[in-house]
């Protein structure tokens, strides 16, 4: 056998055996160049539609799913712009709408007519128009040729150009340039986006939030996680239109059908919608370096939520305030716990660095990228700057919109807009008290201030620890509590004006200074040459991988545009114990009885005896005679994925996308075939709250399952 034989067998074929094993699971596809092996093997799995009517067509599956206001995903399931995503990405809308009379929250809201429907500022979805590969067109202008910072101030420039272009063509649309492939391919993309978003329809907290924080990430799950929006447009052209009372109700080209058909085990699933942010691509140095950002992350959060819960559970008011702040804080503290418990337990580093050894003999070999991927020289940078990655880690969950008085401070020397006269220059804060609490924030800022001093070495402390010492002799409450006292930002309608002496003197806009001073420090030991350097050669490193399987089909890091992941509906096996691939209304009544200890599981008491029917008529599987809630597929799932539509064979949806399984919370790094699950909500429980506790008809009607 000749050397290149050799090395074909070495370095090829158990890539391609790993491909054969998990391509019906594994993947975030664009769809504009769906690779034609991913597309057949779609259709060996149960994959009954052709082709184009996945992005081409009219009636393209891809024209009902919307990116759900930049941070969740969505589908359109009627002819009159209805939105179904997860009562989690419909969370802070919800919970801005509620007072402790009309808690929305804690008792749900239904609209019963299009007069009810709730208009929410800030809210959006977007559609996916088109998208196309202009890496050609930037190779041809000598793109690769600059330095990273002249890239960037390129793409900006391009992506404004373009954008005035397709303005021109039609003022709705919008476009957008991102990179894939670690900045090895520039995908631009085109969009619509609808900005008047109201609220139609959410279930109470105690079912849409079902298990809390003590199922989050777990499986078995019974949460019915769901809320409804609708779309509205300009009545003359039916498209994108500022809100206004005028505004009607948006009529898509296309929706999708709502199933009641259901699935069983090794039924095919897909799965489409905007993951946020994947790094499977990422070096074991840079592993390493997520490893100890996820540990200082946990640390810190897990001080911040134990003040939060404490004081939500003492007061209603508080807890209407602090329901998504603690939500949002709490998903990710127990997701980097997770991702670390994964990453040593799979031992995701050792296997990084072989595969690394794997390319480095590859790169020996074929001289591909010599000279310029060099794993000696990757690993010395992220050594040199990991403690300094780690304290900013520190840095940013300590500071970093975790108090309304830091924010406050720091947007007074940054981001703040300047008001009055040239002479009588001043800033001011709106009123927003119905936003935050007093007492839990200073109680937070005083225990994060001395957490951050204890974490991390002298020369990252911001210089008001001196008078934290000094004068208030590291008394961090006394040191908040004069703050508080002292400082001008947290009264109401109080104005500081910038050219008086005394401005710069107030505490509060010092400790916002001292806060940029050191943030200012960070960016110079982590965002200059060395970043730089980092960022070429992970480039590098994704460039050598795709060029050594060349004849394998690779998707893209997510980055939050539109993806398709496909596989089939099953459990999974752990320690020999079978999951089971979908949990029954049996299991959440079981679960509901245990509410007097676990509050995560108080329910309603009408919640308890809807789940607990004898006949849940057309909401019932046909084949297990079961109420089924939730389920599991193989679909590969990520942050942003929350609310995808999960579709069968025939693109039906029977499903939305909420979470994925502890045991392989490491996925956005490292996919494990075995393990790596995602969770849905089953649609026929969402349809059958809606029925029987909602009495939504005039939306059953609308949305017409079958």
Not at 471 to 482: A, H, I, L, Q
């Amino acid at each position: 056998m000749n050397m290149k034989r050799k090395l074909f067998f070495l370095f090829f074929l158990p890539s391609l055996f790993s491909y054969l094993s998990v391509q019906a699971d594994e993947g975030m596809w664009t769809l504009y160049n769906l690779p034609q092996a991913v597309y057949q093997q779609m259709q060996t799995e149960g994959f009954h539609l052709p082709y184009q009517d996945l992005y081409e067509s009219k009636n393209a599956i891809k024209n009902a799913v919307v990116n759900f206001s930049g941070y969740c995903s969505g589908v359109v399931v009627s002819p009159d712009g209805l939105v179904f995503t997860n009562h989690h990405c419909g969370f802070e809308s919800i919970r801005s709408h509620s007072t402790v009379e009309h808690d929305y929250m804690l008792n749900g809201f239904i609209a019963h007519s299009y007069q009810e429907e709730l208009p929410n500022e800030h809210m959006f979805v977007s559609f996916m128009v088109e998208q196309k590969d202009i890496t050609p067109q930037l190779e041809k202008d000598g793109f690769n040729l600059l330095s990273l910072k002249q890239q960037e101030h390129y793409l900006d420039s391009l992506e404004n150009k373009m954008t005035k272009e397709v303005e021109a063509k039609d003022s709705t649309l919008r476009v957008e340039i991102k990179p894939y492939y670690e900045g090895n391919k520039y995908y631009l993309t085109t969009y619509r986006d609808f900005s008047d978003i109201r609220l139609v329809f959410a279930v109470p907290k105690s079912m849409g939030k079902f298990g809390g924080e003590t199922d989050n990430w777990m499986w078995p799950r019974q949460t019915c996680d769901f809320s409804v929006f609708r779309i509205y447009a300009n009545p003359k052209t039916n498209g994108p239109a500022k809100y206004s009372k005028d505004n009607v109700p948006y009529h898509p080209k296309n929706w999708i059908q709502v199933s009641l058909q259901g699935y069983k085990e090794g039924d095919f699933a897909m799965t489409m919608g905007y993951p946020g942010s994947t790094e499977r691509y990422l070096s074991s140095y840079g592993i390493r370096q997520m490893r100890e950002n996820n540990a200082a992350r946990a640390q810190v959060r897990g001080i911040k939520q134990e003040i939060m819960i404490r004081h939500m559970r003492a007061n209603e008011a508080v807890r209407i305030k602090y329901d998504s702040k603690f939500a949002t804080s709490s998903n990710y503290w127990k997701n980097s716990i997770g991702m670390n418990k994964c990453i040593d337990s799979i031992g995701i580093i050792s296997l990084k660095k072989q595969y690394e050894d794997r390319i480095r003999h590859w790169q020996d070999s074929t001289g591909y990228l010599k000279g310029k991927l060099d794993f000696d020289v990757m690993a010395r940078l992220y050594q040199q700057r990991l403690n300094d990655r780690v304290a900013l880690t520190y840095w940013s969950e300590t500071f970093n919109r975790t108090n309304e008085f830091t924010t406050r401070a720091m947007r007074l020397s940054n981001g703040i807009t300047v008001k009055g006269s040239k002479k009588k220059q001043y800033v001011d804060f709106k009123d927003n008290r119905d936003t935050w609490d007093e007492a839990l924030d200073k109680e937070v800022l005083a225990a994060l201030l001395k957490n951050y001093k204890e974490h991390v070495s002298k020369e990252y402390l911001p210089a008001f620890y001196r008078t934290i010492s000094s004068k208030f002799g590291n008394d961090y409450t006394k040191f908040v509590n004069y703050l508080y006292d002292k400082s001008a930002i947290m009264k109401p309608g109080k104005k500081l004006y910038i050219k008086k002496r005394s401005y710069k003197k107030d505490p509060g806009v010092q400790y916002g200074l001292d806060l940029l001073e050191t943030m200012a420090d960070f960016q110079e030991k982590l965002y200059g040459a060395a970043a730089d350097s980092i960022q070429e050669q992970e480039k590098y490193l994704c460039d050598a991988k795709l060029r050594m399987e060349e004849d394998l089909p690779h998707y893209s890091d997510a980055n939050f545009t539109l993806r398709l992941s496909y596989g089939q509906v099953g459990g999974f096996t752990l320690n020999g114990a079978n999951s089971g691939y979908y949990t029954t209304a049996e299991s959440i009544v079981k679960k509901m009885e245990q509410g007097g200890k676990v509050i995560d599981y108080l329910a309603e008491p009408i919640m308890k005896q809807l789940m607990s029917a004898q006949d849940f008529g057309p909401y019932q599987d046909k084949t297990t005679g079961k109420m089924q809630l939730c389920f599991l597929t193989n679909n590969d799932i990520t942050g942003g994925n929350s609310g995808s539509p999960i579709f069968d064979g025939n693109g039906r949806l029977i499903g939305l996308a909420f979470d994925g399984n502890w045991d392989s919370l490491s996925s956005d790094i490292y996919f494990d075939k075995k393990l790596a699950r995602c969770i849905g909500v089953d649609i026929r429980y969402v349809l059958y709250l809606m029925d029987k506790w909602g009495h939504a008809d005039r939306l059953l009607k609308e949305i017409n399952p079958q």
